[in-house]
């Protein structure tokens, strides 16, 4: 656990509770993927190991009480990961087509984007490993894509 965790892991229950009763909340999911992804062009995953907020949480709490099985082997597979990919970004881009740019419609999508792969984290931490979900996690594949070619590969 790094102490910056203990920190960022309040913004999960901000964003999956409170976003339920206040969606614009939803927002900060895309300030933080913007400063995220900014940063994984010069550090890859950092944001993973030590800030995001579920990873924090999945670290904390999960891991506490995860039944420490191994991960499901198509979680390491490229191809994979990139479909669990493609799936969620429709599903967003689905969703946010239908809010008819409504903004706090298109808030609660990314609230409710949260909620949901929170949901599938949980299961999966407890059922296999507690960080099962950032092995296919969208924002961790991307993460790592661009870190692949960013500033800290070319150093
Ligand atoms: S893989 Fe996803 S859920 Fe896991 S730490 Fe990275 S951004 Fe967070």
């Known amino acids: 656990m790094k102490r910056t965790q203990l920190i960022t892991i309040w913004l999960l229950p901000v964003v999956v509770i409170g976003g339920i009763f206040y969606p614009l909340l939803g927002y900060l999911v895309l300030a933080m993927m913007a400063f995220f992804l900014t940063l994984s062009f010069f550090k890859s995953r950092y944001w993973c190991w030590n800030l995001c907020p579920r990873g924090a949480f999945l670290d904390i709490v999960i891991s506490k009480t995860s039944f420490k099985k191994p991960i499901p082997k198509i979680f390491i597979k490229q191809w994979f ?3 669990v990919f493609a799936l969620l970004m429709c599903f967003v881009v689905f969703r946010i087509m239908r809010t008819g740019g409504n903004l706090i419609a298109i808030g609660a ?3 409710g984007m949260c909620i949901l792969t929170t949901i599938i984290s949980i299961i999966l931490g407890l059922t296999t ?6 092995a296919i996690c969208p924002m961790g594949t991307l993460q790592g894509a661009i870190g692949k070619i960013g500033v800290s590969k070319q150093e």
């Open 129 to 134: 490993r507690h960080r099962s979900w950032c």
């Open 81 to 83: 990961r990139w479909a």
């Open 109 to 111: 999508v990314f609230v």
